[in-house]
């Protein structure tokens, strides 16, 4: 299967299209109210605030002017109303793109049936997916969610953000794609191929976490940069040192810079691809939106996605099955 397999006809790509240039006239407008609403809003805000500090200081000791606890106070509340103001006052716009998206992405997914899409949403999915493919975390957030059905190829493909921490102090351990798929023939276990831990996290894990083996995929490149681990070692080793591996090496050789992670567990499968930047992602209101620039790619993106789960996903299955 090919990414090309999942290209949109063309009658698809011209509706995308038409949406564009209705979604531009829309655009155009909506950015010339957030042109004045932004500085309307702000400076305004910024005149209340010289206005009071002013006052303040009228009553306020002569070492103290602009300074005392009062103009503190109200810095900072300015500062909040500052960044609540600006949200406001780019509400057009971050409405119209969003109402875009809803429109787009179905449009792009138009191979697909019984499509679904969601946003800021909690896949239903992401609690089957294994941790030991991300490690620890303790907050999550999503983006956009999609799901739906290929042939016989369900999916939930979404954008996810993990981290660990409290406070200000964070540590993201995944941010990117997450496509989850019905195995062809269900795993017996669990088993795990992520980026190998440091030496300090590998030797806690191994404490803490002595429910999974490791293996080696007899693939020097693989095994230098992959651990693999499984609660079914039995089952897992051919996987490991066949298709598994087979569809790793496929996958660094196509995406170098990205290093995807696969889980499988029971008849759910994972493929997470890490990104730096939204997937779906458009430009800012102030850009023109062009189809070649912006939405071309994204779809190519999301054919090599599908098509790479699907690849993934017959990794456990017999011969005759895959035909």
Not at 89 to 104: E, G, I, V
Not at 137 to 158: C, K, M, V, W
Not at 256 to 273: C, E, I, K, T, Y
């Amino acid at each position: 299967m090919e990414a090309a397999d999942f290209m949109p006809s063309e009658a698809v790509i011209a509706g995308i299209r038409r949406d564009i240039e209705a979604y531009e006239a829309k655009r155009a407008t909506a950015y010339r109210q957030v042109r004045w609403r932004v500085p309307l809003f702000l400076g305004l805000l910024v005149l209340f605030i010289g206005v009071v500090a002013w006052l303040f200081s009228k009553l306020a000791d002569p070492n103290e002017r602009w300074f005392s606890t009062p103009h503190v106070f109200l810095y900072f509340g300015g500062f909040v109303a500052a960044m609540l103001l600006y949200f406001q006052a780019m509400k057009p716009a971050t409405r119209l793109q969003q109402s875009f998206r809803d429109t787009l992405l179905p449009m792009i997914f138009g191979f697909v049936r019984e499509v679904r899409y969601q946003h800021g949403a909690r896949p239903n999915s992401f609690d089957r997916l294994p941790r030991e493919t991300v490690g620890a975390f303790n907050r999550q957030s999503f983006d956009d969610t999609i799901s739906g059905r290929y042939e016989n190829f369900p999916f939930e493909l979404f954008e996810a953000r993990l981290s660990e921490g409290s406070g200000k102090s964070e540590r993201t351990v995944f941010k990117g794609v997450v496509v989850a798929f019905e195995t062809i023939e269900p795993f017996p276990g669990m088993l795990v191929a992520a980026r190998k831990a440091n030496r300090v996290v590998g030797f806690f894990r191994g404490i803490f976490s002595n429910r999974l083996q490791e293996l080696t995929c007899g693939v020097p490149e693989l095994d230098d940069v992959y651990e693999f681990r499984t609660d079914n070692v039995e089952a897992a080793r051919p996987l490991v040192t066949g298709r598994l591996a087979q569809a790793l090496t496929w996958l660094v050789e196509t995406s170098p810079q990205d290093q995807a992670r696969v889980a499988l567990n029971g008849s759910d499968g994972f493929l997470l691809m890490p990104r730096a930047k939204n997937f779906f992602e458009l430009p800012d209101i102030s850009m023109r939106i062009d189809y070649n620039t912006h939405v071309a790619p994204m779809i190519a993106d999301l054919g090599t996605m599908l098509a790479t789960a699907a690849l993934v996903r017959k990794i456990g299955a017999r011969d005759e099955q895959i035909g």
